[in-house]
C-alpha cells in the first residue's frame, strides 16, 4: 500500500520552462491538495480539489493550474516557471464527507528553477 | 484571519529530558486540530487529530492536549529518534477540508 505517490522526486528547471507535477493516491479518498513548503513560511495550499471533477484555488496560486483527472490523480502544472516557484511541492489526500478526517501526505517533488 | 502560531521554532533536549511543544491557534471556528511530524526529505507524517477543548490523545512517547485557544503535544523522556519537526494545523469550519499550518518546532535530543 503506497499511500500517496508523487514524481519526479527532484527536477531542475530553467526559468520560462513548464512541466507537470504528478500526484496519485491508493486510498480511495474524494479529496486532493497541492501545498508547497519553503523555509520559514510553513505549508501553503496551492490548489485542492474536493472531490472529482471540482477544483478550487487555495492560499498561493498564481503561476499554477491543476488537473483532477480522476479520483486518484492530481497534476499541479507550471506553465512558465520562475524563481520564486523555487520550493518543495507536496500533495495529499483526505476522505472527504467524514469529520475531521487527516490529510495523507507524499513524499514531495523538489523543485528548483534558474 | 484564521492563524496558527508554533513555539518554540528549536528546542534541544537531552535523551530523557522531558518538554512540551506549543501550538496557538486563531480560528472563525475549529473543526479539528492536527499534530504531524516531519523527517527531513519527507512529508508530514499524521499523529494525532483533536476535535474538542479538555481532549487528550496519546502515542508511545507523545501526549498532545487541547483548549480553546492552544494546544501542547508533551514528549516524555525522548529518544534521539523523536528528533524532527512537529507541525501543528488547524480546519477551519466551513472549510472544504483545507488545513492551515504552522511553521514548525524542531526537535532535536541528544543522546
Known amino acids: 500500500n503506497a499511500g500517496v505517490t508523487q514524481t519526479p522526486k527532484f527536477q531542475v528547471l530553467k526559468t520560462g520552462q513548464s512541466m507537470t507535477l504528478q500526484c496519485a493516491q491508493d486510498?480511495?479518498?474524494?479529496?486532493m491538495y497541492w501545498y508547497r513548503q519553503d523555509p520559514g513560511m510553513g505549508l501553503r495550499l496551492i490548489y485542492y480539489?474536493?472531490?472529482?471533477?471540482?477544483?478550487d484555488k487555495g492560499e498561493v496560486p498564481n503561476g499554477y493550474n491543476v488537473s483532477r483527472l480522476n479520483k486518484r490523480e492530481f497534476s499541479l502544472r507550471l506553465e512558465s516557471a520562475a524563481p520564486s516557484q523555487t520550493s518543495v511541492y507536496f500533495c495529499?489526500?483526505?476522505?472527504?464527507?467524514?469529520?475531521?478526517?487527516?490529510?495523507?501526505f507524499g513524499d514531495g517533488t523538489r523543485l528548483s528553477i534558474l | 484571519e484564521d492563524q496558527v502560531t508554533q513555539s518554540p521554532e528549536a528546542l534541544r533536549l537531552q535523551e530523557g529530558e522531558s518538554s512540551s511543544l506549543n501550538c496557538s491557534y486563531t480560528v472563525s471556528g475549529l473543526r479539528g486540530l492536527f499534530w504531524y511530524r516531519q523527517d527531513p526529505g519527507k512529508g508530514p507524517e499524521f499523529l494525532f487529530t483533536l476535535y474538542s477543548a479538555g481532549e487528550e490523545k496519546e502515542k508511545e512517547r507523545l501526549k498532545a492536549t487541547l483548549t480553546k485557544k492552544e494546544s501542547f503535544l508533551h514528549i516524555t523522556a525522548p529518544k534521539p529518534e523523536d528528533s524532527a519537526t512537529y507541525l501543528c494545523?488547524?480546519?477551519?469550519?466551513?472549510?472544504?477540508?483545507?488545513?492551515?499550518f504552522g511553521k514548525g518546532t524542531k526537535l532535536s535530543v541528544k543522546p
Open positions: 480539489s474536493a472531490s472529482e471533477g471540482t477544483t
Open positions: 494545523a488547524v480546519q477551519a469550519s466551513g472549510s472544504q477540508g483545507n488545513l492551515i
Open positions: 486510498m480511495n479518498h474524494n479529496s
Open positions: 495529499a489526500s483526505s476522505e472527504r464527507g467524514q469529520k475531521n478526517q487527516p490529510q495523507h
